[in-house]
């Protein structure tokens, strides 16, 4: 080596060597221990004394928040080191705003003297290679840019081709074990995930579905996964509403590969931003599904249809379905004591009640009951009047038997077993955990107690079913009771009414006006007779 160290015992020196996995590919020549051998020599040769050697192994050079990197500022810092060696600049990194702020600011504000030995570079002497070093550091860079953008092409030509290349699989499914870039299910998890969309499905809001799972001890996602998390906070390891919200979004669940969400800044920072959903990039039936696709439809349905209610407080039958035929908004709910000091749900005019003095719109205060109840009956009446029984029952028996054939009951009966195998896991993963100490011994009592129960109802519930299984319903009998119950419940179930029903209107004089999302049922609802106005509440 030309460079000449005139002071060597003056010097505390660090030797950093740094390897990126794509300098893996260059060759042997870029291999830890070639460094770490070309820096020892030089330091032998100068005699220099070596405070540490720092290595940071498959870390990019776009980034300085590198471990053992960070660990050699902290010993600058406290003025255990005044020499830093690498073989060449872009060991010390790639970024070529960085690399100049530590070389020509950061180092000489700390005496620290920098050498590099490839590149001919000492800050110590004054050298025409030193006076090159932007540029230098400005190639390094582009040459990082130009691999990020080759890697971001790759990575795009897997997604567009359905291939995962995340690093954990959604939430009930798993990576295949032997073919690479395809998920298949969890089947440790799915069932959970299924009844995610089954409450959901009858109904049940995120949040409550959120609470269901907590007093269940049914763990997370980022619990089943081990992740752990940075700054854990007093809801850590709980189910949020956020949670359900987006795996009942997520398509992922319907067979189609989800991918592109989110997109890094550039190269150099690790920051990503979330993509609209326009740019998501989705490709179809490339797994298993774990939900149905008309389920899946219900689903968001339901969830779309609470977009426009801020209540959190309170469930009724129209939530996010009514709103003033007035203003437009949606109608607030609000709870009052009557005589008897029960809680009766009042409908009110979100407008005025947030601007009453104004007189922008008028109260519109009713029971919620009253009006839920007018609505129901004009779904039946619409509902009689748009369907003969006696055409339903043909249909009906033909559904019937279908399902004899694609063995539902069966079907019922596995999923009852597999959620009794899952309650089991769980009360074995509780009874460890008491044992190791991780549980306390109330909180495992209260638990313990609740899904040892839960299974003992379902255990009656399979029994049923099993004597049910071997006592079957003549086909016909079974296909003229769902046609009454279907007419006789319509308007009731909140699945129902959410694919019935575009948007319930109510007037200042208290007239309900009924949006079917079906024009030949918006036609049945004008032949017949409207709902009258109510009284005043």
């Known amino acids: ?98 690399t100049g702020h530590y070389m020509e600011r950061y180092f000489p504000e700390h005496r620290v003297r920098y050498i590099s030995l490839l590149d001919g570079i000492d800050t110590g002497v004054d050298s025409t290679a030193n006076d090159i070093t932007p540029f230098r550091a400005i190639m390094n860079d582009m040459y990082a840019k130009d691999i990020s953008k080759k890697i971001k092409s790759v990575k795009r030509d897997k997604q567009r081709k359905g291939q995962f290349i995340g690093g954990k699989p959604v939430y009930g499914y798993k990576m295949h074990p032997t073919e690479k870039n395809k998920i298949v299910i969890d089947e440790e998890v799915a069932p959970v995930v299924r009844r995610i969309f089954a409450l959901a499905l009858s109904g049940m809001s995120c949040r409550k579905i959120a609470t269901t799972l907590n007093k269940e001890g049914i763990p997370t996602p980022a619990t089943y996964c081990g992740w752990k998390v940075g700054t854990p906070g007093p809801y850590t390891g709980l189910w949020s509403s956020e949670r359900i919200s987006e795996m009942l979004k997520n398509e992922t669940y319907i067979g189609n590969m989800v991918q592109g969400r989110s997109v890094k800044i550039s190269y150099k920072s690790k920051k990503c931003l979330k993509q609209d959903p326009a740019n998501w990039v989705i490709v179809e039936g490339t797994h298993e599904p774990l939900v149905d696709a008309e389920t899946f439809q219900k689903v968001q349905l339901l969830v779309n249809s609470r977009k426009h209610t801020r209540s959190r407080t309170y469930d009724f039958l129209l939530k996010g379905l009514i709103f003033c035929h007035e203003c437009g908004y949606p109608l607030a709910v609000l709870n009052r004591k009557n005589a008897r000091g029960e809680d009766v749900l009042y409908f009110v005019c979100r407008t005025y009640q947030r601007f009453t003095k104004a007189g922008v719109c008028t109260c519109h205060s009713i029971k919620e009951k009253t009006v839920t109840d007018a609505v129901i009956r004009k779904v039946r009446e619409v509902c009689r009047a748009y369907l003969d029984p006696d055409e339903l029952l043909p249909m009906a ?141």
């Open 1 to 98: 080596m030309y460079l000449e160290i005139s002071n060597p015992m003056e010097y505390h020196a660090a030797l950093y060597i740094r390897l990126s996995k794509e300098d893996e590919s260059e060759g042997p020549s870029q291999s830890v221990q070639n460094q770490e051998s070309l820096l020892r020599e030089f330091v032998q040769q100068h005699r220099l004394s070596v405070y540490d050697t720092y290595v940071d192994d498959g870390w990019s050079g776009t980034s300085f928040d590198r471990p053992s990197f960070q660990r050699m500022i902290a010993d600058i810092e406290a003025k255990k080191v005044n020499m830093v060696i690498t073989k060449d600049l872009s060991r010390l990194g790639r970024d070529y705003i960085l």
């Open 397 to 537: 028996q033909e559904a019937v038997e279908h399902a004899q054939k694609q063995s539902s009951l069966e079907t019922e009966l596995q999923a009852i077993q597999a959620r009794i195998n899952s309650l089991t896991a769980n009360l074995d993963r509780m009874y460890t955990d008491r044992l190791n100490g991780l549980l306390p011994e109330e909180d495992f009592q209260r638990i313990f107690g609740r899904v040892k129960l839960e299974r003992e109802q379902l255990e009656e519930k399979r029994q049923a079913l099993e004597f049910q299984k071997k006592s079957p319903v003549r086909s016909e009998d079974r296909a003229r009771e769902l046609v009454q119950r279907f007419i006789e419940t319509a308007g009731e179930s909140r699945e129902l009414l959410v694919s019935l029903i575009e948007r319930v209107e109510l007037t200042e004089d208290k007239e309900v006006i009924i949006k079917f999302r079906f024009a030949q049922l918006d036609e049945a609802s004008q032949n017949s007779q409207g709902i009258a106005p109510f009284e005043t509440a």
